[in-house]
């Protein structure tokens, strides 16, 4: 398992069904801190409602949840503080609702950032690999791939720990 | 290399042509156990068939040969046994045989766990890495990605070993 | 950060926009040698004129540049030398042109092999992981899988280090 923090910033990284967000959940809880769940996920079909009640049954009820598909630097900010844990789930989810909203993604990207930068607490981030298949067909996919790979290098670079979870195992790449 | 098993459960990890079976060839061999392939392969098509020839030539003919492409975990209570070891290649054209016949997957998975529980000798199985490209455009393949990462999951939690392959290359997660 | 090497063959593994060629990039130049680019991509259009000249900018003054979709394994062995260092970027690239000549793929990975073997200097190959994802529908994608995945092994095997990278950070397979 990884090293216990109470304070600053975790990504997880993982494939479709890796078990990162059992792991991400997993380091919020044993860190003692007062659990906050904030999902990016816009409820679009049954498909997604049936995989977002999965997520809500496996976590307890002591946590606090959130839904904040754009505004997830402003909600950091304000919802960040000392003895809070914040895990958010996911970073592709929110790339996906950025582009769709057609925001201006470096901004966005550099926004989320700063506001981690000045958090005080834990703050863990969930997020997809989804760059190791072959080049997808269309423009959109390929560009998405772009934006969260970036996006994953800026976190990363700024992160205490960074974790990539394969088969529910953590290989830790920073921290 | 890995540590050298003669009893116990190995899951092998890797992505297309990562050289997953050749590594778990030689796991296998090295253990100096007497040696069992199980394809779980159903040769659709000259492509599947040129694929399964390639593994076949490259094993040496003191392998025993079996094929099942559904009941795995039968097999392995009727086959596994202290001094064998049995080589399961692979678990990903499993889960697409048990799709393809409608089998109830949750049952089955738990079956084949159940069955590794219980095994004697050595058992490792391969299983390609598939969750960690673009998510799939069509329900069939978001399901498949689902079930496989379940799946390497299940089997990683109880296994003695866990290893990644990446261009030959393993990467120990577990054991 | 990887053991710093003066000569020698290494291998950067990576998913799209991963870091791997700025990985690399920094490799060579903490080298102290010569370096020298190869860029194995033909412009087809305006995105990827759009990717090479992100990578032309971030890479500085003191590279000299050259071009060759095809004979990489001539011009190592013309250009490769003692005190230069040589970064080729990317393999995957050179494949699909392989594959688009309908050269034979075997023959060329083989003299690439017998080039990187005979090698004076540094020479660090970029290459993409493609084979993590869902098996693609077209033939086409899957040899080209196929073709990556047997040359990621092939130059593994005789590379003095093995790197992957996610995130922009490094996990060393081998080295």
Redesign the interface.
Known sequence: MARLLTSGTV?V?G?????KSAFAEKLVLESGLQPLYVATAQVWDD?MRTRVEAHRKRRQTQWQTMEEPLELPKLLKREARQGRAILVDCLTLWVTNLMLAEANISDRFASLCAALHGCEGLVVLVSN????????DN?M??D???H???L??D???LADQ?H?I????P?T??G
Chains 1, 2, 3 share one sequence.
């Not at 690999?129 to 997808?136: R, Y």
């Not at 394969?166 to 195992?169: I, M, Q, R, S, Y």
Request: aromatic fraction near 6%; charged fraction near 25%.
């Open positions: 990504l990284l494939g479709a069904r890796s078990g498909e690999e989804v760059g190791q298949g072959i080049v997808p423009k996919a390929r998405f791939r772009d969260a790979g970036r994953h290098q976190v990363a670079a960074v990539f394969a088969a529910g195992l290989l790449l920073k």
